[in-house]
């Protein structure tokens, strides 16, 4: 016995068609018109869109960070991304400092083990480049891992060099796997903080204020001219404004290898959020800093024009007031000064439908190219596609039964995320999942979690992919 799904449009990054979808196990058998019923169990999804499940490539659970942890773990995390119409996603495994790459992988296993309950993948991020460590990279792709990350920023604690920046690109390419750089000039971003800290000026407003976007367009310029050179493929993630932009762009008029998203959060936060009064703009601590309506109303232009390939949230919650009720700590380690507020904002459950709500409904894109954004790209980008990322016949049938006229505001109070605030608080969305299928099975329907911890697949990722 099969599922039918029936009388739902079928939307994908190329076509937008009213038809039937037949799942037969885990995947999509078969998608055409009147499919019968007989034998099967019939899900009515008249008045609905059916859109492959998200992707969300950048995230992190259960993360070490200054002193605690992002407050959301492979379980909670997982849960709230599937309320939310995302059905994988990948986080980053931290290399050890000390330790090989491996060592991260195992850690990063080991936290999902067990409490998975979407299908998930992992990038390493290097943060102790010894010359054996390079040599390590590309056994990564028989970990089902061809993806690294490098940070340009993080002065003495991972930021590396461009000789090892240069390096580990080209090596990682020469092996078909891809590069991607958090990327802000770290050496500016030290001083900076350290005489705002000497002026006394510890609010978190200066968390911006140290982080300038012209030094996240210097490093994004400098990133995109080392992958030309090497000829490596390179993805920049979490981009926010108008300087990175703009390198990205003339790097990809140059014909490199370069690839750019941005994040949700940067087209609805700003920075004077940060100057909220009190402690009230730790909520919004996240690196790189929030910008200004101008870099978001670039943002969208780019995700529009195709400038930029891919949205994602850089899901690194932690509680506002944490440290107490047996909660981790939080935000509220950074009172004493700005440099001390753990860096991240929580996401992960909100990512498609606010960018629904103002992409689609605000007539930035179509829903095609929502998909592209939200699915098709991030699978096609990493190594899954057409595993995911779309709607297809062999495909897993990761399918999102989309209400585009179903209403939600968005609140702490009934998010399931593990986090006691929302960046989106009281946002009302019109476009929600009615409900939300992993490999052919219901996770999600309506407001119930029917989904099971350890259910989630790891995803051994293909080397080679696409450059979009
Ligand atoms: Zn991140």
Not at 13 to 20: F, Y
Not at 81 to 107: C, M, N, R, W, Y
Not at 133 to 139: L, T, Y
Not at 208 to 236: C, D, F, H, M, N
């Amino acid at each position: 016995m099969g599922t039918v799904i029936k009388n739902g449009t079928i939307i994908t990054a190329g076509d937008t068609v009213q038809a039937d979808l037949l799942i037969d196990g885990e995947q999509i058998a078969l998608i055409g018109r009147n499919l019968p019923v007989e034998g099967h169990e019939v899900i009515d999804a008249t008045g609905k869109l059916l859109l492959p499940g998200g992707i969300d490539v950048h995230t992190h659970l259960e993360l070490p960070f200054g002193g605690t942890l992002s407050s959301d773990d492979f379980f909670t995390g997982q849960r709230a991304a599937a309320f939310g119409g995302t059905t994988s996603h990948i986080d980053f495994a931290i290399q050890p400092k000390g330790g090989s790459l491996k060592e991260g992988v195992d850690i990063w296993h080991k936290k999902a083990e067990g409490k998975a309950c979407i299908d998930y993948g992992f990038h390493v991020a290097i943060t102790d480049l010894r010359p054996e460590v390079m040599d390590e990279i590309p056994a990564l792709i028989d970990e089902g891992i061809p993806s690294i990350k490098l940070f340009m920023a993080y002065k003495g604690v991972l930021q590396v060099d461009d000789t090892t920046l240069f390096r580990s690109m080209a090596k990682a390419g020469e092996h078909g796997m891809l590069t991607m750089v958090h990327a802000e000039n770290g050496d500016v971003i030290a001083e900076l903080t350290a005489a705002a800290l000497a002026r006394g000026e510890t609010a978190p407003i200066y968390h911006a204020k140290t982080r300038p976007s012209i030094v996240e367009g210097e490093a994004t310029g400098r990133a995109v001219a080392l992958a030309g050179v090497a000829g490596a493929p390179l993805y920049v993630v979490h981009m926010t404004c108008v300087e990175a932009l703009e390198q990205l762009a003339l790097g990809r008029a140059r014909g490199f290898p370069v690839m750019g998203e941005t994040c949700t959060q940067y087209m609805f936060i700003f920075e004077e959020d940060l100057g909220k009064p009190g402690f009230e703009g730790a909520k919004y601590v996240c690196s790189p800093p929030m910008r200004t309506p101008e870099d978001a109303e670039a943002l969208w232009g780019a995700l529009a024009d195709g400038a930029l390939q891919v949205v994602s949230t850089d899901h690194c919650p932690f509680w506002f007031e944490g440290g107490v009720a047996g909660r981790l700590p939080g935000k509220e380690l950074g009172k004493v000064s700005f440099d001390k507020i753990p860096n991240g904002v929580p996401g992960i459950e909100d990512r498609m439908a606010v960018m629904w709500r103002h992409g689609v409904n605000g007539g930035h894109f179509s829903a095609n190219r929502f998909v592209e954004l939200m699915s098709t790209n991030p699978a096609k980008i990493f190594g899954l596609y057409p595993r995911k990322g779309t709607l297809a016949v062999g495909s897993d049938a990761d399918i999102v039964i989309w209400d585009p006229e179903k209403s939600h505001t968005i609140s702490a109070k009934t998010h399931h995320m593990n986090t006691d605030y929302n960046i989106y608080e009281g946002m009302t969305v019109q476009g929600w999942p009615d409900r939300v299928l992993l490999r052919g099975r219901t996770i999600v329907d309506g407001d119930r979690w029917l989904g099971s911890e350890g259910s989630g697949h790891f995803l051994h990722r293909c080397p080679h992919a696409a450059v979009i």
